[in-house]
């Protein structure tokens, strides 16, 4: 069964093919083939592209967004298969959180929810102690004992922090979330040192489906700000998937409006969070990127 993202004709599917041009326009990050290192970079990122994950009218194809994952983890974990992959990032013994976002206009598909849900559980993990949840976190009972965080959401512009990021998505863990909107939410790094968190995040997902490039305002949400990009970004280390997923979205701004147009406000809170938090390489030349699909 399809399931809906967005409504995305045909017309605008074309679009896919500006989603390749932002693509190529990553930056200097290292790219690889079949989970092959190049020299030793600090962090490692696959970026997986299908277009066959999205039907003409912008349903997800759940099979293959399933593939899109389990490829993405084998090469991320450079395992010989992706249940190989699944079996390095949780045992058994884990209690697993997976931590979506809901934020109604553009979330985390289901289907993917129920794809990392069942990796999770293939692996040993019982069914009792794997959790699906955002706002309800604190209070959630597997959250409460988690040993073992999979951190997944969309990407999207922020009034706030200038991207909606892997970095930001775990701020419903905190009671209030606007202690740290100061300064373009510069301090979300620190949010990674509360216990709840810290150590316990074994993969982020950032879901580049069909990412908003643009928006104006709080909680600002345009179908004209979105294209079938047909995308995820995976990795260990939240600042350098973030990293990786900003400069595509800042490609694609300057592809749509024809000039530089830099995300406002800027989101430094990737960058800071990696060279002061320590939660990853942000510069390009750093990462080893591997390119998977139509990447």
């Given at each position: 069964?399809?399931?809906?993202?967005?409504?995305?004709?045909?017309?605008?599917?074309?679009?896919?093919?500006?989603?390749?041009?932002?693509?190529?326009?990553?930056?200097?990050?290292?790219?690889?083939?079949?989970?092959?290192?190049?020299?030793?970079?600090?962090?490692?990122?696959?970026?997986?592209?299908?277009?066959?994950?999205?039907?003409?009218?912008?349903?997800?194809?759940?099979?293959?967004?399933?593939?899109?994952?389990?490829?993405?983890?084998?090469?991320?974990?450079?395992?010989?298969?992706?249940?190989?992959?699944?079996?390095?990032?949780?045992?058994?013994?884990?209690?697993?959180?997976i931590k979506s976002?809901?934020?109604?206009?553009?979330?985390?598909?289901?289907?993917?929810?129920?794809?990392?849900?069942?990796?999770?559980?293939?692996?040993?993990?019982?069914?009792?102690?794997?959790?699906?949840?955002?706002?309800?976190?604190?209070?959630?009972?597997?959250?409460?004992?988690?040993?073992?965080?999979?951190?997944?959401?969309?990407?999207?512009?922020?009034?706030?922090?200038?991207?909606?990021?892997?970095?930001?998505?775990?701020?419903?863990?905190?009671?209030?979330?606007?202690?740290?909107?100061?300064?373009?939410?510069?301090?979300?790094?620190?949010?990674?040192?509360?216990?709840?968190?810290?150590?316990?995040?074994?993969?982020?997902?950032?879901?580049?489906?069909?990412?908003?490039?643009?928006?104006?305002?709080?909680?600002?949400?345009?179908?004209?700000?979105?294209?079938?990009?047909?995308?995820?970004?995976?990795?260990?280390?939240?600042?350098?998937?973030?990293?990786?997923?900003?400069?595509?979205?800042?490609?694609?701004?300057?592809?749509?409006?024809?000039?530089e147009r830099p995300?406002?406000?800027?989101?430094?809170?990737?960058?800071?969070?990696?060279?002061?938090y320590g939660l990853?390489?942000?510069?390009?030349?750093?990462?080893?990127?591997?390119?998977?699909?139509?990447?």
């Amino acid at each position: 069964m399809k399931e809906k993202t967005g409504r995305i004709t045909r017309r605008t599917f074309v679009g896919t093919a500006a989603g390749a041009a932002a693509a190529s326009l990553v930056g200097g990050s290292r790219v690889v083939g079949g989970g092959e290192s190049a020299g030793a970079p600090s962090s490692r990122v696959v970026l997986i592209r299908r277009r066959e994950v999205l039907a003409e009218d912008g349903s997800v194809e759940p099979e293959v967004l399933h593939r899109m994952l389990n490829e993405g983890v084998a090469a991320l974990m450079q395992s010989e298969s992706p249940r190989a992959g699944w079996k390095q990032l949780v045992c058994p013994d884990d209690v697993v959180g997976i931590k979506s976002n809901v934020w109604t206009k553009l979330a985390t598909p289901p289907a993917l929810e129920r794809a990392i849900r069942k990796e999770v559980e293939a692996v040993g993990v019982a069914a009792g102690d794997v959790a699906v949840d955002d706002r309800g976190v604190r209070s959630n009972p597997v959250f409460q004992r988690a040993t073992a965080l999979i951190n997944v959401r969309p990407m999207r512009t922020h009034h706030w922090s200038g991207l909606g990021t892997c970095i930001k998505n775990v701020i419903m863990f905190v009671d209030q979330p606007s202690e740290y909107h100061g300064d373009a939410c510069a301090s979300l790094g620190a949010l990674w040192q509360l216990p709840q968190i810290a150590g316990k995040v074994r993969l982020n997902i950032l879901v580049m489906l069909t990412p908003q490039f643009h928006g104006v305002g709080p909680h600002s949400f345009s179908k004209r700000f979105v294209w079938p990009f047909c995308g995820l970004i995976l990795g260990t280390e939240p600042a350098s998937v973030d990293a990786t997923g900003a400069r595509i979205i800042q490609a694609q701004r300057n592809l749509f409006f024809g000039e530089e147009r830099p995300i406002s406000p800027p989101p430094h809170h990737i960058e800071i969070a990696g060279s002061r938090y320590g939660l990853g390489a942000t510069d390009p030349d750093n990462i080893e990127l591997i390119r998977l699909g139509d990447a």
